[in-house]
């Protein structure tokens, strides 16, 4: 018992620390108005607000100096300036940004009111205290507020329309799946699809079994839901099993399964009732759940590491471009063949693609499977091959998988299918090893900056390198990346590890 407490404990530390959503507010009236927290749609939303009166307020320095009689110089700015702030600092009630509240005219009135309001007080305040007239300062104010309104009516406007259209709908909708074999699974299953409206969308019901008990009341097997995930996006998982005479090991066995899944996995109340283990509860639909595993990154999260990986990835593509260029015409004089040397590796998601690096071995050698790993002094490699290992410039042409889409500048390493560590395939050698793959990789990394690069060994060379690979998962942000790449420059492009 307290060997699989210990594992169903370890699954949830690795899968929680540092990640704390918003809580999902509880239910609303009403078919189908079960809110969904979309962080991206939330981020996006305050974006456009923030731009949106920013852009109104600029407006008005266009318009209030038609107003403002004498020397208002100083008086116009400071007002727009503190309105500003003020829409910007006051606290908004986040839950009207969930679907389907953003939907709604009134709820999005009760979201944008207050702060509006506080903007036009400040800026009344701000020109009174600066001795202007009042007709002035109540002219100038209302302008504020009317074009600011506005301007926000007509982005919002936009967005609902956009929001309503069923492709996006769809898009935006949480697909869930159920794992369990009786008619507990199969009344959850259907509960969510009947009463949680357009917000999610169940996939199906899929057996906790090695084989599917029934396949008439369930869509397959454990590893069928597992292959699916790679195939789908795949929001959320609810354990809807059977409570057991061992339920912290049945949930622990699942979990543990469940591990390389891109997915948050929830579990009903019931089955872990009467255990002594701190779970956090949140509400999916219709049912307040217990949360067991998290996805590394939120979407929002996603979207901001997106964001850096492209613009920070065109940059230094544009910069270096005429250093490849060098490289290529020097890889081309001094052995025949392609410039480019193209590997499948494993990735996001547990899916395969084609990774780009420059040439460094000889074609007639060149191993594209990876069974042989490259060593010190290894004669495959040409001698301009060589020192461009030395530097890591081998790798430069990867800025192409990442404006792909295909990898990001700092995550885990990928590897070459065939990789091997103390002669095991890696997923074979380390249970851990497939976790990395809930992010997308990268051309550099939190274990290359700490050393840990070059040939896999031993298991030791692979357990660290994991190791590092998921305290960054765990400790992921922006600054974070951005540390990454510089102590990548620093330290990596003369380390006495690359070969």
């Given at each position: 018992?307290?060997?699989?407490?210990?594992?169903?404990?370890?699954a949830?530390?690795?899968s929680?620390?540092g990640?704390?959503?918003?809580p999902q507010p509880?239910?609303?009236?009403?078919?189908?108005s079960?809110?969904?927290?979309?962080?991206?749609?939330?981020?996006?939303?305050?974006?456009?607000?923030v731009?949106?009166?920013l852009?109104?307020?600029?407006l008005?320095?266009h318009?209030?100096?038609?107003?403002l009689?004498?020397?208002g110089?100083?008086?116009?700015p400071l007002?727009?300036?503190m309105?500003?702030l003020?829409?910007?600092?006051?606290?908004?009630k986040?839950?009207?940004?969930?679907?389907?509240?953003?939907?709604?005219?009134s709820?999005?009135?009760?979201?944008?009111?207050?702060?509006?309001?506080?903007g036009?007080?400040?800026?009344?305040?701000?020109?009174y205290?600066?001795?202007?007239?009042?007709?002035?300062i109540?002219?100038?104010?209302?302008?504020?507020?009317?074009i600011?309104?506005?301007t926000l009516?007509?982005?919002r406007?936009?967005?609902?329309l956009?929001?309503?259209?069923p492709?996006?709908?769809r898009?935006l909708?949480?697909?869930?799946?159920?794992?369990?074999?009786?008619?507990?699974?199969?009344?959850v299953?259907?509960r969510?699809?009947?009463?949680a409206?357009?917000?999610?969308?169940m996939?199906?019901?899929?057996?906790?079994?090695?084989?599917?008990?029934?396949?008439?009341?369930?869509?397959?097997?454990?590893?069928?839901?597992?292959?699916?995930?790679?195939?789908?996006?795949?929001?959320a998982?609810?354990?809807a099993i059977?409570?057991?005479?061992?339920?912290?090991?049945?949930?622990?066995e699942?979990?543990?399964?469940?591990r390389?899944?891109?997915s948050?996995?929830?579990?009903m109340?019931?089955?872990v009732?009467?255990?002594?283990?701190?779970?956090?509860?949140?509400?999916?639909?219709?049912?307040a759940?217990?949360v067991?595993?998290?996805?590394?990154l939120?979407?929002?999260?996603?979207?901001?590491?997106?964001?850096?990986?492209?613009?920070?990835?065109?940059?230094?593509?544009?910069?270096l471009?005429?250093?490849m260029g060098?490289?290529?015409?020097?890889?081309k004089?001094?052995s025949?063949?392609?410039v480019?040397?193209?590997?499948?590796r494993l990735?996001?998601?547990?899916?395969?693609?084609?990774?780009?690096?420059?040439?460094s071995?000889?074609?007639?050698?060149?191993?594209?499977m990876?069974?042989?790993?490259?060593?010190?002094?290894?004669?495959?490699v040409?001698?301009?091959?060589?020192?461009?290992?030395r530097l890591?410039?081998d790798?430069?042409p990867?800025?192409?998988?990442v404006?792909?889409?295909?990898?990001?500048?700092?995550?885990?390493r990928?590897?070459a299918?065939?990789?091997?560590?103390d002669?095991?395939?890696?997923?074979?050698?380390?249970?851990?090893?497939v976790?990395?793959?809930?992010v997308?990789?990268?051309?550099?990394?939190?274990a290359?900056?700490?050393?840990?690069?070059?040939?896999l060994?031993?298991?030791?060379?692979?357990?660290?390198r994991?190791e590092y690979?998921?305290?960054?998962?765990?400790k992921?942000?922006?600054?974070?990346?951005?540390?990454?790449l510089?102590?990548?420059?620093?330290?990596e492009?003369f380390s006495?590890?690359?070969?």
């Amino acid at each position: 018992m307290s060997e699989s407490f210990g594992r169903l404990q370890d699954a949830i530390s690795l899968s929680n620390d540092g990640l704390v959503d918003e809580p999902q507010p509880s239910r609303t009236t009403g078919a189908g108005s079960y809110p969904y927290h979309h962080p991206v749609m939330a981020g996006v939303t305050t974006s456009l607000d923030v731009f949106g009166v920013l852009g109104a307020t600029i407006l008005c320095t266009h318009v209030e100096p038609a107003i403002l009689m004498g020397n208002g110089h100083l008086a116009l700015p400071l007002a727009d300036l503190m309105s500003v702030l003020g829409f910007l600092m006051i606290p908004k009630k986040r839950s009207l940004l969930y679907i389907p509240n953003i939907l709604h005219i009134s709820a999005q009135i009760r979201y944008l009111a207050p702060p509006l309001v506080i903007g036009a007080l400040l800026h009344f305040v701000v020109l009174y205290m600066l001795h202007r007239p009042t007709a002035q300062i109540i002219a100038l104010s209302l302008i504020w507020l009317g074009i600011c309104t506005a301007t926000l009516f007509v982005l919002r406007g936009g967005e609902i329309l956009i929001l309503q259209h069923p492709s996006v709908t769809r898009h935006l909708a949480r697909n869930i799946a159920v794992i369990g074999s009786d008619e507990v699974a199969t009344k959850v299953a259907a509960r969510v699809a009947e009463e949680a409206g357009p917000t999610y969308r169940m996939i199906g019901v899929f057996d906790d079994h090695d084989t599917a008990l029934d396949s008439t009341v369930t869509d397959g097997t454990l590893d069928d839901l597992i292959a699916r995930s790679r195939e789908s996006r795949l929001h959320a998982i609810i354990l809807a099993i059977p409570p057991s005479s061992d339920p912290v090991d049945h949930v622990a066995e699942i979990s543990w399964r469940l591990r390389s899944v891109l997915s948050d996995v929830y579990v009903m109340p019931n089955v872990v009732h009467g255990i002594d283990v701190l779970l956090p509860i949140e509400r999916l639909g219709p049912f307040a759940l217990l949360v067991l595993q998290r996805r590394p990154l939120s979407d929002w999260q996603i979207v901001r590491k997106t964001m850096l990986d492209v613009v920070l990835g065109a940059i230094a593509l544009a910069l270096l471009a005429p250093l490849m260029g060098m490289i290529a015409i020097a890889i081309k004089m001094t052995s025949p063949g392609p410039v480019f040397f193209r590997q499948p590796r494993l990735g996001y998601n547990n899916r395969n693609f084609m990774v780009f690096k420059f040439r460094s071995m000889y074609t007639d050698m060149s191993d594209v499977m990876a069974a042989k790993q490259t060593s010190r002094d290894d004669p495959r490699v040409t001698r301009i091959g060589k020192w461009l290992r030395r530097l890591s410039l081998d790798e430069l042409p990867q800025l192409l998988n990442v404006l792909r889409g295909e990898m990001s500048l700092v995550g885990p390493r990928p590897h070459a299918p065939h990789t091997r560590a103390d002669g095991m395939l890696l997923d074979d050698a380390l249970a851990e090893y497939v976790i990395r793959h809930q992010v997308k990789p990268g051309i550099t990394g939190w274990a290359q900056v700490n050393g840990a690069r070059g040939e896999l060994v031993t298991l030791d060379d692979l357990r660290r390198r994991v190791e590092y690979d998921l305290e960054y998962m765990q400790k992921w942000s922006l600054r974070f990346d951005l540390k990454i790449l510089a102590l990548t420059v620093l330290r990596e492009v003369f380390s006495k590890h690359a070969f």
